[in-house]
């Protein structure tokens, strides 16, 4: 597989969705990611479902493995084998990157403590993700993605209103933890192209969910009000959300007195109405304002208002279902369909990579020739092989 990463080389030694997550787009940009996964079960991920798909009895595969492990390879090692961790060793030796999302100390009592792989290894960029910080008061502690997502907050900002916390609807805190980690490996790679010598990269679910609280953080640091759940309405802008009409409800996006006076006109609204006229005083009647929008688009079927909308040049759109989003032409158009020869499943569409390249000339230049999620220590004879020769 070609990409800007094409010669560099991922040992990855985490497991269930931060760690993986972050090995994944590294590989989806042409690194060589070795996974390298407990003998038996593998990474916890593999039983975790369902869904399972089970193309013949007695085989299995988890939805949730394979969504986060495409473009890698497999080998099923021991850590407490001398054999085994002799080849992890040797993998270690050849490496650009290391990942891994064990509990703090945990590898230091294997003998594998990061300072000392990287007296080893000394360009070695070692990326350790931990769920609240490897030090501190608290960093030790597990990291799971749902109680990392109330303990930084996040859960506090999401819901019908303050009574009603609820989780975003994904793993955010453990993709954020990912993402950041690929970010700072990406950083310490490209000064290691100066200095010659890697280091070690730390996150932590915390940190990613902390690090995304944008405007709700400074509303706090700065401000001194402490936001809270609101349901589908911006905090700060007024209108922007979800607004019911006759047979359902749109999305709107109002971010400008420009734009209220466009969406005003195109619905005989007075935008210069009492207590309407200015954003701060939109959001500070925010009741009036949803009524009165609502209140407008109660004889509008969803689809007829929102090509209304678009003629009026007002952001808009529908509430998607994963089904229609992945039936849209606009999510092919993007590379967000990846199809890939799995060795037990056969044929597979997953989600592609959101990142797309492109040369001077306008050529694109995305990497091409991705590699199914692998089965269980698929390759781990061709990896023993290759660490021996």
Known sequence: ?????????????????????????????????????????????????PPFVEPEAGERESTYFLAANRNKESIALDLKDDVDRAV?????????????????????????????????????????????????????????????????????????????????????????????GAYGVLAALHERSRTGVGQIVRTSLLSAVVGVHAFQGTRWTVAGEVGRAQGNHHP???????????????????GSEALWTRFCAAFDLDPTQDGLATNPARVANRDKTIALIES???????????????????????????????????????????????????????????LRFFGADGDEQTPRGHRAPPTLDQHGADVRSWVRS
């Open 296 to 354: 407008a688009f109660a004889g509008w079927e969803a689809a007829a208002l929102l090509d209304k909308l678009a003629s009026a040049g007002i952001p808009a759109g529908k509430v998607r279902t994963l089904d229609e989003v992945y039936a849209w032409d606009q999510t092919a158009s993007q590379g967000l369909l990846l199809d890939v020869e799995h060795p037990t499943l056969g044929p597979l569409t997953l989600p592609g990579p959101p």
């Open 236 to 254: 700060s802008i007024a209108p922007y959300g979800l607004f019911r009409c006759a047979d359902g409800a749109v999305q709107i996006s109002v």
């Open 88 to 180: 992890l060793l040797g993998l270690i030796d050849r490496a650009d990157v290391l990942v891994e999302n064990f509990r703090t100390g945990v590898l230091e009592r294997l003998g594998l403590g990061l300072e000392s792989l990287l007296e080893r290894n000394p360009r070695l960029v070692a990326l350790s993700i931990t769920g609240f910080g490897h030090d501190g008061p608290e960093g030790g502690r597990a990291g799971y993605d749902q109680i990392a997502q109330g303990e930084a907050g996040l859960m506090s900002l999401t819901g019908a209103g303050p009574e009603d916390p609820q989780r975003v609807g994904v793993p955010i805190g453990d993709l954020l933890a990912g993402m950041y």
């Open 1 to 49: 597989m070609h990409g800007p990463l094409c010669d560099v080389l991922v040992v990855d030694l985490s497991r269930a969705l931060a760690g993986p997550h972050a090995t994944m787009m590294l590989g989806d940009l042409g690194a060589r990611v070795i996974k390298v996964e407990a003998p038996g079960h593998g990474d916890d991920t593999r039983g975790w479902g």
